[in-house]
């Protein structure tokens, strides 16, 4: 029988592990790579190894690690530690020549260092160190993690976004290009440096263009010492290798969607998912490479960070077979536990789970699937340590396999966030503490009242095209339609430089215009006016913001709503009545609001905390925000053809006086239009003119 169970892991993804296999004991003779050619020779010492997640690492006692300098350790005892990851960015490929006869039903050879096998179909993509998702970033509060980003990639230019992570002191590392910094040209190198805080779940992309989509994305996970942690009575452990990354994937570079098709593959849509960078494509006749396993032992509680990874606009539902899901925090922020049967997971979203592994032993299926028409799925497995004989306790699921149940933050099945109701909304969702100054955030009246409305805007082909202005506006094909997205009536543009290292005043051209008659909504059709410009709030630091997110266009997309150097305390979420005008509904929620102000600290004393916030197609989020962090942060939806196209603003927080500077050298650009001089060529002698 357990030949029958090696034959069966064999055909379905791996060799055979047998029970002592499940938790590896760590290795410590194992040196790490010190010697690396691609490290810093000053910094060589404190190079992180690139497969942290591999589970190689799982029990290495916090003494065993700092012996070897491994940034991955109990943070119980930990003294502070410099992590340094050297990242090289480079056009690769998936089933590549480091996967051999990988596709041929060698599994030995899919597992080669520098084989990226995702759902085995080859295509280009971008990595990091030759590996997707990348390498994973896990180091205790208090640590300084550097990396080193080396852009090998041909004509793509590109920057890191350490999404979630406030980056109080060094605001300039955000990540955001023509924003905190210069993009990272071809061939050059940037360091990112910045102390390890807060704690909790975050994770890495590129933030330049559709980058993240073909790869350049992985796991970031801080943890404070367990004693400290307020939610670590619910699980027994918290193992490196139990962290999830969701994403969507192509058979193509993203950028060949983009702006859109009108006759063939029009869609973008995903045509697979991958689970921690894999997945085996359903067919009997596809290749068989390796799904992704999550090794457990019974009767003992895991806690499980599941990434939303994705980037597409169709949410991804996860469950695990037979086993109910613990929520315990979100974004990185402890919440009231409560149980669920399955997540709905939206691009940007992190979401930790314990998982009671009080089955008998055997291997459970994980699934990721869309809730979109086409019902793409990714699996992986749940295994557990035995002595018996373990077989699949089913076959391998499709789409209808698994109910959906109770699950959270299922926007499209509960937009009006009603109670009793098998979607929960993170606004019916507890945080676990009150905030550190509830008299601040709660507040009775706010600082600040804004109103963020998205939406998109309709062009028709005479103004996008034939009229004649020359004016080259940016577009996105969702076929029929030819849109770009806004925020307040305004499509986000890029400014020259950026704002936060150089003081350069932006050119009052590029800037939004203030006055709202000046950018109005619909379409072409109807007389709209779109303003393609840079879309600016400036806020006082320190202040409270009430924030309003509504959607007000007429699609069908859910908008999951990220927010930069800071957070959003949750307070309502709900659907617009129909019938009902946009400005009125609007005057209506902030007079309720207004009106439930003075109470808000004892009726919401816990509002749940994110810095993603999903709004429904005409739904709202209400939301807090104190502005305590001085910058320029963006705030923009995580879809990433609607982020691309427009839908994104920044927030301005305090004056120039009150930033951090960025240090020495710290990279400048801008456009370069120098003067031109009718004469200034006149006095050359040309060698091809007679003398």
């Known amino acids: 029988m357990l030949r029958n169970f090696c034959l069966l892991i064999l055909i379905y993804s791996k060799p055979c592990l047998s029970a002592i296999d499940i938790l590896p004991v760590a290795d410590t003779s194992v040196q790490l790579q010190v010697g690396r050619e691609d490290a810093d020779p000053q910094l060589s010492k404190y190079i992180q190894p690139n497969d942290i997640a591999s589970g190689r690492y ?25 992590c340094y990851y050297s990242w090289t960015l480079e056009n690769y490929a998936t089933v590549g020549p480091a996967c051999g006869d990988c596709l041929k039903g060698n599994q030995s050879h899919c597992r080669r260092k520098g084989c990226v096998t995702a759902d085995g179909f080859e295509r280009p993509i971008l990595s990091i160190n030759r590996q997707i998702p990348g390498p994973s970033i896990q180091v205790c509060k208090g640590d300084t993690i550097v990396v080193d980003v080396k852009n090998h990639m041909l004509d793509r230019a590109t920057t890191i976004h350490w999404h979630g992570v406030y980056m109080k002191a060094t605001p300039y590392m955000d990540g955001v290009p023509m924003v905190t910094q ?8 940037f360091r990112y440096k910045f102390p390890a805080t807060p704690e909790g779940t975050f994770f890495h992309h590129s933030h330049h263009g559709l980058q993240k989509m073909d790869g350049l994305e992985g796991s970031l996970v801080i943890r404070s010492p367990r004693a400290k942690d307020p939610i670590s009575s619910n699980y027994d452990y918290d193992l490196y290798s139990h962290v999830i990354i969701l994403t969507d994937w192509m058979h193509s570079m993203t950028d060949s969607k983009f702006p859109g098709r009108s006759h063939n593959d029009t869609r973008a849509k995903p045509d697979a998912l991958l689970i921690n960078g894999q997945n085996q494509v359903p067919s009997d006749n596809s290749p068989r490479v390796p799904m992704h396993f999550f090794k457990v032992q019974k009767d003992k509680k895991y806690r499980f960070r599941i990434i939303g990874g994705s980037c597409l606009a169709c949410p991804l539902i996860f469950t695990v077979e037979n086993h109910p899901l613990l929520v315990i925090a979100s974004d990185g922020t402890p919440v009231e536990p409560f149980t669920v049967d399955t997540l709905t997971m939206f691009p940007g979203d992190r979401v930790d789970v314990v998982i009671n592994c009080n089955q008998e032993p055997n291997l459970f299926w994980i699934q990721a699937k869309t809730i979109c028409d086409t019902q793409i799925t990714a699996e992986a497995v749940l295994q557990y340590s035995s002595g018996q004989k373990l077989k699949y306790v089913s076959k ?18 509960n937009p009006e966030c009603k109670s009793g109701v098998d979607g929960v909304c993170w606004s019916q969702i507890n945080a676990l503490k009150a905030p550190l100054e509830p008299n601040v955030v709660l507040k009775p009246v706010p600082d600040k009242k804004f109103v963020l409305a998205v939406s998109e805007f309709f062009y028709t082909l005479d103004a996008l095209f034939w009229k004649d202005n020359d004016q080259y506006q940016r577009f996105f094909q969702a076929s029929p339609a030819i849109v770009t997205h806004m925020i307040n009536n305004r499509s986000f543009m890029m400014p020259p430089f ?25 379409s072409n059709v109807k007389g709209g006016k779109l303003c393609e410009c840079v879309n600016i709030i400036q806020v006082d630091l320190g202040a409270v913001a009430e924030v309003i997110f509504i959607d007000w266009g007429s699609s069908s997309f859910l908008h999951p709503m990220h927010l930069h150097g800071t957070d959003t305390y949750i307070i309502e979420q709900g659907l617009k009545p129909k019938g009902v005008d946009n400005k009125a509904f609007i005057q209506q929620l902030q007079d309720k609001l207004a009106k439930n102000g003075a109470n808000l600290a004892t009726t919401k004393p816990k509002p749940c905390v994110k810095d993603v916030v999903t709004i429904p197609p005409s739904g709202y989020a209400v939301v807090r925000i104190h502005f305590n962090n001085p910058g320029f942060w ?58």
Not at 58 to 80: F, V
Not at 501 to 513: F, G, H, K, L, Y
Request: glycine share 6%; proline share 13%; with cysteine.
């Open 58 to 82: 799982d029990n290495i006692s916090t003494a065993d690690a700092e012996k070897i300098g491994l940034c991955a350790r109990p943070c119980d005892g930990a003294k502070p530690m410099v």
């Open 182 to 189: 210069c993009p990272i040209p071809s061939g050059t190198t």
């Open 396 to 413: 391998r699921p499709n789409s209808s396999a698994f109910k959906r149940g109770k699950s959270l933050n299922a926007m499209d099945i």
């Open 498 to 522: 950026p704002p936060l290292t150089q003081s350069d005043p932006i050119p009052p051209n590029m800037v939004c215009p203030t006055d709202d008659s000046k950018c109005t909504d619909g």
């Open 634 to 691: 963006m705030c923009h939806c995580h879809y990433i053809f609607h982020s691309d196209t427009g839908m994104s603003m920044i927030f301005q927080v305090g004056t120039r006086d009150q930033f951090i500077k960025p240090p020495p050298g710290f990279p400048v650009c801008n456009s370069f239009m120098p003067k031109v001089d009718p004469d200034e060529f006149k006095s050359i002698k040309w060698d091809d003119e007679p003398t």
